[in-house]
């Protein structure tokens, strides 16, 4: 694969067996006890922000996004990011992440954060928060949160609870969707 042949579309409706496919063999069935899945329960990803790496029609990658409020504030949880296992190490990650960002940064959103590794992320500009300031949901390693301001000085002005924005799909008590 040369670092020519691939490109980043658009997920379309096609390809989220797919994606959810590459979700399993990357993070696993262990996924769905994280605190960033609960905050992604009943809520669809934000529209004109998922992305895919396609080799013709071979999928290598995927991005995803999905709206949070941070205290009062409004935001963007990245994740899933996924590579095909075999493919990692090969740019495809920070590509996805360099075009969805800048497509984020577009349609004007202020801020994204995430739980992940820093050195990682560093890379296209996500910065470490002080411990506490921004809380997720359930055990998150503090040391793991990190933000980036897609707006002057956002990053200033987060501070509080990670929770949902909004719910899409109705939800029991027990976190399970409610067939309609």
């Not at 998922?50 to 995803?64: P, T, W, Y």
């Not at 095909?84 to 801020?111: D, N, T, V, Y």
């Not at 949160?145 to 509080?160: D, E, R």
Request: include cysteine; hydrophobic fraction near 45%.
């Amino acid at each position: 694969m040369s670092d020519q042949s691939w490109q980043i579309r658009p997920e379309r409706a096609e390809d989220a067996p797919l994606v959810e496919h590459l979700n399993a063999i990357s993070f696993g069935p262990g996924r769905y006890a994280k605190s960033a899945y609960r905050l992604r329960e009943g809520v669809e990803p934000v529209e004109g922000l998922s992305f895919v790496a396609m080799d013709g029609v071979e999928l290598l990658g995927s991005i995803r996004f999905w709206p949070v409020a941070i205290g009062m504030e409004k935001s963007l949880l990245l994740g899933p990011l996924a590579v095909q296992p075999g493919l990692r190490g090969r740019g495809i990650g920070i590509a996805l992440m360099k075009h969805a960002i800048a497509e984020a940064r577009a349609q004007g959103h202020a801020s994204i954060v995430l739980v992940g590794d820093e050195p990682y992320y560093v890379r296209v500009g996500f910065a470490r928060l002080a411990p506490g300031r921004v809380r997720f949901p359930g055990p998150v390693d503090p040391a793991r949160v990190l933000a980036l301001s897609l707006q002057h000085n956002v990053m200033l002005t987060l501070k509080g609870e990670v929770r949902r924005a909004h719910i899409n799909q109705p939800i029991c008590a027990c976190g399970a969707a409610v067939a309609g």
